[in-house]
Structures are given as structure tokens and as C-alpha cells.
């Protein structure tokens, strides 16, 4: 969903770019009274997206405003998130990746990554009772899912070429609907499988009742040695980075406390407000799965090291060389450590 939406939108923004110079930013707004001084940032994402959490965290134990900002979350539909991000209607943006800042950058547009996310939280499921052992039993199956270009399929069909040698555009009978149908569509029996995101997937596992067949994070990470790839990372401007340097580490630290808190309760302060509801599950016992998952992947990343970088640019090679959403690799970085982007 996330790379679908990009897709669709980013060749619109540089005709909006124009209007949005006119209309200002996010940058610079007071906090009043509460805040004081403190500038308010907005922080972009998807409804409901878990890739918000972290900022929840901040704006509730005052991470924010220890880092010296305030952190104000901005809903965007899927379809404008491009727009939003890239003429300055939101300063941050939670819910980007690898691919879509090469995407961006192919399209002259400078933005970078800064900080860890969502770890893959993606699968292909299967029905509990179905003989499927592995990705190669599904071959001539059909399989749902909800765009080649969506984040999900283009990376377990990245992952799949790679460890299995499986073309899944060319090899699976693929079927295509929304990511929300898809568990439904797996319950039913239509398809065979789906390749869908958390916590769809985990939905499908519950629902159907279903198992996991393929979880990419687990797997890239045996295949490489230790590494996996982002779902979503933190991602700015660079016009912003310039012009916010003492910010952009207020952020990426309070970003990271924001994470830490989630790790340290082993994701069980899901269960609390205003987390709860935010997430918007179905009920308590896909909240409880969902806590488990969380803290068995885990759900966020940690790590940001040069080595994390390192990895990233390898996995985007690939994409390129598999001709899977991107051509060729972007000329200037498109994920940073800000300590060594300000030297």
C-alpha cells in the first residue's frame, strides 16, 4: 500500500511544489502556552499505521518537548503522502523506505533517511491445514495480494528470487484486491495464500485459522548474515535538515526513547491508552496476537549504523538488478547518520 500510493502520486509534486512555497510549512509554529517557545513538527503517517507508535510514545512521556520540539501527528491518505512530504505540509515523515527515496531522488527531489522504523512486518500466509511446506510449493497457486508495486509483494517477490530462485510474477497465479479483503479471501478458500502486511497478516493467521509460510525479516536476516530491511523509516527533507540541524538530533533521539519504551515493556503498553485505540484492532485477542508478534520480530528496529546503511544499499542494488520498482540505484545517499551528514 505504502509504494503504491507513492507511485501514483510523486509525479504530481513538483506541479504542487509552486503552491506549497506559498502556502508555508510545518516549521516553525509556537507551542503556546503548554509549549512555550517549542516549535511544533509535524510528524506525517498513515491512520492507524503502527510506523506512529514511537511518536505516541513521545508526545506521552514528554520526549518531545524534553528534545526541545513539539510533536504533532498528521494523518495523510496514502495517495497524498508524496505530496505532504515533499512540499512541506509535514516536516517528518514515518512511513518511507529504501526505495521510495530512490524514487524520489530519481524524480530530482532530495530526501534522505535518518533514523529505523518498522521492521519488515510482512508475510505470505497459508491456511493451518494446507500441505504447503514452502514458497516453491505455491508455484501455479493462486495467491492474492494488492499491487506488485506495493511495498509487500515487491519485497517478498525480491526476497523469493533471491533465496528460492522464484519468479512469483511469472510463477504464482497471482490475484489481486485490497490488503483488508485479503485475510477474508484466504479464510474463504479463494486463494491459497495471501502476501499481505501486519496486522492483516496476522489477521489471516487468527481468522482462517492460518500459519505463517514466509516472514521476509526472518528470512532476509538468516540469508545475509544478521541484516534485514525496514518497512517504514523516519525521513526528512533535506532543505529541513539544513535549516534544522540542533532538531533533527532532538528528533532522532526522541524518536529512539520513543522506541526504547516500546521495547522495554516488551510492546505489553499496547495494551494502554492511547495506544489502544490508535492501533484500531478488532478485538482484544488481535491485540494480544499482535503484542506477541511484536515482541517476538520485534516490530521496531534499533539499530542505525553504517553497517544498517551498508545493508540498505545492498538490498536496493538488487531491486535494480531484479528490474523490481527501481532501474538503477540512486547517485547521492538516500539514508544518512546525522552525526556523520553534519560533520
Not at 521510495?100 to 534522505?112: K, L, R, S
Not at 506488485?148 to 515487491?154: A, K, R
Not at 505463517?212 to 538468516?222: I, Q, R, S, T, V
Amino acid at each position: 500500500m505504502r509504494r503504491v500510493a507513492w507511485l501514483r502520486a510523486v509525479a504530481l509534486v513538483s506541479a504542487l511544489a509552486l503552491a506549497a512555497a506559498a502556502c508555508g510549512g510545518g516549521n516553525g509554529e509556537e507551542g503556546g502556552v503548554d509549549g512555550g517557545d517549542l516549535p511544533v513538527l509535524k510528524f506525517q503517517g498513515f491512520p492507524a499505521d503502527p510506523a506512529a507508535l514511537p511518536l505516541l510514545v513521545m508526545q506521552e512521556e514528554g520526549f518531545d518537548r524534553e528534545n526541545g520540539f513539539i510533536g504533532e501527528y498528521l494523518p495523510v491518505d496514502p495517495d497524498a503522502a508524496t505530496n505532504t512530504f515533499l512540499i512541506g505540509e509535514s516536516d517528518i515523515a514515518m512511513e518511507q523506505d529504501g526505495v521510495n527515496m530512490t524514487i524520489v531522488q530519481q524524480e530530482g527531489h532530495q530526501a534522505v533517511l535518518f533514523a529505523p522504523g518498522l521492521n519488515m512486518m510482512t508475510g505470505i500466509v497459508v491456511a493451518e491445514d494446507s500441505p504447503y511446506q514452502d514458497p516453491t510449493d505455491l508455484v501455479g497457486q493462486k495467491v492474492g495480494h494488492f499491487g506488485v508495486d506495493s511495498g509487500t509483494t515487491s519485497t517478498i517477490a525480491l526476497m523469493l528470487q533471491e533465496i528460492y530462485g522464484l519468479n512469483v510474477f511469472e510463477e504464482y497465479d497471482l490475484r489481486e484486491t485490497g490488503p483488508e479483503a485479503l485475510p477474508e479471501l484466504l479464510k474463504s478458500g479463494e486463494v491459497e495464500a495471501i502476501m499481505d502486511f501486519e496486522p492483516l497478516a496476522l489477521r489471516a493467521v487468527l481468522e482462517t485459522p492460518g500459519r505463517y509460510l514466509f516472514e521476509p525479516a526472518k528470512a532476509w536476516a538468516e540469508h545475509t548474515g544478521g541484516w534485514s530491511p525496514w518497512l517504514t523509516n523516519l525521513a526528512a527533507r533535506v532543505d529541513w535538515l539544513q535549516e534544522n540541524e540542533e532538531l533533527a538530533f532532538g528528533i532522532r533521539d526522541a524518536w529512539m526513547q520513543g522506541i526504547q519504551v516500546l521495547e522495554d515493556s516488551n510492546y505489553e503498553i499496547l495494551r494502554e491508552e492511547p495506544y489502544k485505540s490508535f492501533l484500531e484492532l478488532k478485538s482484544d485477542e488481535e491485540l494480544e496476537a499482535f503484542i506477541e508478534y511484536c515482541a517476538d520480530l520485534p516490530c521496531f528496529g534499533t539499530s542505525w549504523t553504517q553497517g544498517d546503511i551498508d545493508g540498505l544499499n545492498d538490498y536496493l542494488a538488487l531491486f535494480a538488478a531484479n528490474g523490481i520498482l527501481i532501474e538503477e540505484t540512486a547517485e547521492d545517499p538516500v539514508a544518512v547518520i546525522l552525526e556523520d551528514y553534519f560533520a
